[in-house]
């Protein structure tokens, strides 16, 4: 795991996310869902714990795309607690534009995922996730527009959680905004009161294009927008 990204975030991915999306989209993705029978593809399905709202949502095979080997981890074993759903999902150790599946899906779900991808990778992941959905296939993920943020002197702490005696802490800190990238540095601290045991430091570029970019460039991969509630975006495969 020497060169996995995710590596010092992994034991702090349930806490913080549970905190965070996740609640949200456990109400707004499974209606999306509705009727899809062949075949999710999960593109970053990180810990797995979208890949439960979905397995819970569908009765189809479920293709979880993640290139962490920690995620993948924390993922995989998620799975083996519960036979059902370690028969039906796969778990794919390759990126959102890697992925090739045996059958044309039903839906792709791409979760806070998209700030991933660069604006030159942006328009090959369309291209390459409409070529695995079936005709009219849904590719279902989240999205706001944000306003740019500033970048920041000192880190701020974003979330604090109990783990038996010990407090368990991100913090985090905007370094550069370049367009639509942002740079950040992020702190992942495990304090024993006022001792502090662990610091992990990571330094990660996200971006953050307009809605108004991503529809351009999902019609030009030959997607249609379909209705969809706040913060989420349904696109058909034409
Ligand atoms: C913020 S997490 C979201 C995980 C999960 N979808 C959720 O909502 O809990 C982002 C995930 O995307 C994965 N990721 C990063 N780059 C990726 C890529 N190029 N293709 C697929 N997944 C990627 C990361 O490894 C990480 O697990």
Known sequence: ???????????????????????????LLPPLLAGVRRGVIEIGAGTGLITEVIARATPAEIHAVEPSPGMRSVLVNRLARDPELQRRVTVLPCGGLE?????PAGAVVMISVLQSFTADERPRLWRVLAGQLERDGRLL?????????????????????????????????????TGE????????RVRHGETLLSEDEVVST???????AVAAELKEAGFVQDDAPDGMQVWRAA
């Open 1 to 27: 795991m020497l060169d996995d990204p995710c590596a010092a975030a992994v034991p702090f991915y349930d806490l913080f996310h549970e905190d965070g999306h996740v609640p949200a989209i456990r109400e």
């Open 99 to 103: 992925v090739k599946v045996d059958e």
């Open 141 to 177: 993920f989240n999205w706001r527009d944000r306003r740019p943020p500033a970048p920041e002197t000192e880190p701020g702490v974003m979330g604090t959680y109990q783990v038996g005696r010990h407090t368990y802490e991100v913090a985090g800190q905007v370094l550069d905004v």
């Open 181 to 188: 990238s942002v740079t950040s540095r992020f702190l992942y």
């Open 206 to 212: 996200a971006h953050w294009p307009p809605s108004t």
